[in-house]
């Protein structure tokens, strides 16, 4: 990509009214690309860790129990080469790692914080996660803990955006972080009530500010997408509030959640930060994260290694 100039169109206004605060739609120009070509990301599939890459049958319902979710016994390449016929969903992680789809990212974030009045570079933690998934699967409910814009490349995405500003969809200690937890969530059919729907098509991208609770189904072809992420200042704060509530919860010792005592929050930031910068260094290794991962959290913590469908399901 030469130039950044084509690859984000977006209605200022809209832009400066609603970036980071709702969901709303906008254009990109990445949908012919040759980093989403399928040889592309069988290529970007074997070059990462295995943690990096979570996959599971793409048959579940909205509101799928974790230990339900059909897992799908084939290697993460071999899904993507059988995308059409796979009923799979697919997400490859933290593709940031590789240069050319960083370079993507940087280029892509930037132009869209600058379209929407943001300093340059007001932010961090670029990630990206790429989704393949088959004709007719479903994301089922869930929240993340980034901003994020989702670009659509091939195929049909319909994803609902819900209203959750009082905490009646997901409650705040559902909100704790845990990598214990799965990411989906409890949903009921009233919360329908409360989605916005967008139909996105190649071309087509979707701001989901922080938390925004969300559930995303395929058309009657594969898909391709790929979610753009970052974290401003705020949002890094908030996600260490919302680390160490959930870690203490796991040592029963359940807190407030942000917002209720500035002084709370401040220790828990400063406790967040001493914590990381011991245990930081040591999940350089992928056998060292999976083994912190179970110490602190459990054995549910490392869901995502699990590719055999479980017997008697
Ligand atoms: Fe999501």
């Given at each position: 990509?030469?130039?950044?100039?084509?690859?984000?169109?977006?209605?200022?206004?809209?832009?400066?009214?609603?970036?980071?605060?709702?969901?709303?739609?906008?254009?990109?120009?990445?949908?012919?690309?040759?980093?989403?070509?399928?040889?592309?990301?069988?290529?970007?599939?074997?070059?990462?860790?295995?943690?990096?890459?979570?996959?599971?049958?793409?048959?579940?319902?909205?509101?799928?129990?974790?230990?339900?979710?059909?897992?799908?016994?084939?290697?993460?390449?071999?899904?993507?080469?059988?995308?059409?016929?796979?009923?799979?969903?697919?997400?490859?992680?933290?593709?940031?790692?590789?240069?050319?789809?960083?370079?993507?990212?940087?280029?892509?974030?930037?132009?869209?914080?600058?379209?929407?009045?943001?300093?340059?570079?007001?932010?961090?933690?670029?990630?990206?996660?790429?989704?393949?998934?088959?004709?007719?699967?479903?994301?089922?409910?869930?929240?993340?803990?980034?901003?994020?814009?989702?670009?659509?490349?091939?195929?049909?995405?319909?994803?609902?955006?819900?209203?959750?500003?009082?905490?009646?969809?997901?409650?705040?200690?559902?909100?704790?972080?845990?990598?214990?937890?799965?990411?989906?969530?409890?949903?009921?059919?009233?919360?329908?009530?409360?989605?916005?729907?967008?139909?996105?098509k190649p071309g087509d991208a979707l701001h989901m500010p922080y938390m925004i609770p969300h559930w995303v189904s395929t058309g009657d072809s594969y898909s391709i997408s790929m979610a753009m992420t970052w974290k401003?200042?705020?949002?890094?704060?908030?996600?260490?509030?919302?680390?160490?509530?959930?870690?203490?919860?796991?040592?029963?010792?359940?807190?407030?959640?942000?917002?209720?005592?500035?002084?709370?929050?401040?220790?828990?930031?400063?406790?967040?930060?001493?914590?990381?910068?011991?245990?930081?260094?040591?999940?350089?290794?992928?056998?060292?994260?999976?083994?912190?991962?179970?110490?602190?959290?459990?054995?549910?913590?490392?869901?995502?290694?699990?590719?055999?469908?479980?017997?008697?399901?």
């Open positions: 990509m030469n130039s950044t100039a084509s690859i984000v169109s977006v209605d200022p206004v809209i832009a400066s009214a609603k970036f980071l605060k709702q969901a709303f739609t906008l254009k990109h120009g990445l949908a012919d690309h040759p980093l989403f070509k399928l040889p592309r990301l069988v290529e970007l599939a074997k070059s990462l860790p295995r943690d990096r890459i979570e996959y599971n049958s793409g048959k579940v319902a909205v509101g799928v129990k974790p230990e339900d979710v059909p897992k799908i016994d084939m290697a993460a390449e071999d899904v993507i080469r059988s995308i059409e016929t796979a009923t799979a969903w697919m997400v490859i992680k933290m593709v940031e790692e590789d240069p050319e789809y960083r370079a993507l990212l940087e280029a892509f974030v930037e132009q869209a914080n600058l379209a929407a009045g943001r300093k340059a570079g007001d932010y961090s933690n670029l990630q990206g996660f790429i989704f393949v998934s088959s004709a007719n699967a479903t994301t089922p409910f869930h929240l993340d803990a980034e901003e994020n814009i989702l670009i659509q490349i091939r195929g049909d995405k319909f994803v609902r955006t819900f209203d959750n500003d009082d905490r009646k969809l997901i409650s705040e200690e559902d909100m704790e972080i845990s990598p214990s937890k799965h990411r989906n969530q409890k949903y009921e059919t009233w919360y329908e009530e409360r989605a916005t729907l967008h139909s996105l401003t200042p705020e949002v890094l704060r908030l996600n260490k509030i919302r680390l160490m509530n959930g870690t203490l919860r796991r040592f029963g010792l359940p807190q407030k959640p942000p917002g209720v005592s500035p002084a709370a929050d401040m220790m828990k930031v400063i406790a967040h930060d001493a914590m990381r910068a011991v245990i930081d260094p040591i999940r350089k290794s992928e056998t060292a994260r999976k083994m912190l991962r179970g110490l602190i959290y459990g054995r549910k913590a490392n869901y995502y290694y699990e590719t055999k469908p479980k017997t008697g399901m």
